[in-house]
């Protein structure tokens, strides 16, 4: 393995044993509840974007998919399996089917010229790494969870427990050893190592254009009317939920008026969702996953 593959070289803080069972999740637990919500989505359109940061995957999205002509099919094709790893019955089948979908992604980036693997240890952990910080941004931006210091070290462990899933033979060299570690090596890559790759800068100009294409799963009819809400709604969670810092450092536009705006979207979902029926507020794989659990009990 390269010493520093597109910028992502080890950091110290990935070095050492770790805590983390799959065992830790199940349908109590708080990442089946963050991750099974679907008020995920919202922190998750944020984490696709700073994934599209990370060089050898914004790299791997340009190269391997039909980014720049249909946006929404990654989010199509990748949303459900994510859920499906830590919620599906066999939620370990399911990370074992993403992994092995990494297995041929490489090719070289155009803004180093270096060389990429999906499966370099630290490539794929950044991955994880995103949704990870998606779990942590949902609790505090979208529900009225608080998480004291306890709860955030076992969320994390959860969330070690999730990347295990993926192979058996995972190297966990580039996971952090405990929470405070995560957030260490999680702002060494906001600061050394997010950029704005071309499909970064798609997607963010996307949203700050208010013009989020048609998701395939809605009619043209549809679109007349959920256009303008939806888009404002999207660029509002996807761009927003950037650190500040990635976007003062990449200049990225987001004003007082749209974080006054971002606002009333996290009340409007910590407050609004209660009223929802179970079917509505969770995922179908949550669901199942539930159901599953709930049989074998």
């Known amino acids: 393995m390269a010493e520093a593959p597109l910028g992502l070289g080890r950091h110290p803080s990935g070095e050492g044993g770790l805590p983390g069972s799959a065992d830790l999740i199940t349908p109590d637990s708080m990442l089946f509840q963050l991750v099974g919500d679907q008020r995920y989505a919202l922190s998750g359109l944020a984490a696709g974007n700073l994934q599209l940061m990370i060089p050898a995957i914004g790299a791997g999205v340009t190269e391997h998919s039909d980014f720049f002509n249909d946006p929404w099919d990654r989010v199509f094709r990748s949303l459900p399996k994510i859920i499906g790893s830590v919620c599906d019955p066999d939620a370990k089948a399911t990370a074992e089917w993403i992994w092995k979908r990494h297995n041929k992604i490489e090719?070289?980036?155009?803004?180093?010229?270096?060389a990429y693997h999906a499966q370099d240890p630290e490539v794929f952990w950044a991955a994880h790494a995103t949704f990870t910080v998606a779990a942590f941004d949902m609790a505090d931006r979208y529900t009225d969870w608080r998480l004291d210091d306890d709860q955030q070290e076992q969320l994390y462990r959860e969330s070690v427990g999730w990347y295990r899933r993926y192979d058996e033979g995972i190297d966990m060299a580039p996971v952090p050893r405990n929470y405070r570690a995560f957030r260490e090596k999680?702002?060494?890559?906001?600061?050394?190592?997010?950029?704005?790759?071309?499909?970064?800068?798609?997607?963010?100009?996307?949203?700050?254009?208010?013009?989020?294409?048609?998701?395939?799963?809605?009619?043209?009819?549809q679109w007349r009317v959920l256009q303008k809400p939806v888009s404002e709604v999207v660029s509002l969670v996807a761009i927003g939920g950037i650190p500040e810092d990635v976007r003062e450092r990449l200049d990225i536009a987001f004003s007082l008026a749209d974080r006054a705006k971002l606002k009333a979207v996290e009340l409007l979902a910590r407050k609004g969702f209660r009223f929802l029926p179970e079917n509505m507020r969770y995922y179908p794989q949550a669901l199942n996953g539930m159901a599953a659990a709930a049989e074998a009990a």
Do not use: F, K
């Not at 980036?109 to 270096?114: A, V």
């Not at 050394?192 to 208010?210: C, F, N």
């Open 107 to 114: 090719g070289a980036d155009d803004g180093h010229g270096n």
């Open 186 to 221: 999680w702002h060494y890559i906001c600061e050394d190592v997010l950029e704005m790759t071309p499909a970064a800068e798609r997607s963010i100009d996307i949203g700050q254009r208010r013009d989020i294409p048609r998701p395939p799963n809605i009619t043209e009819e």
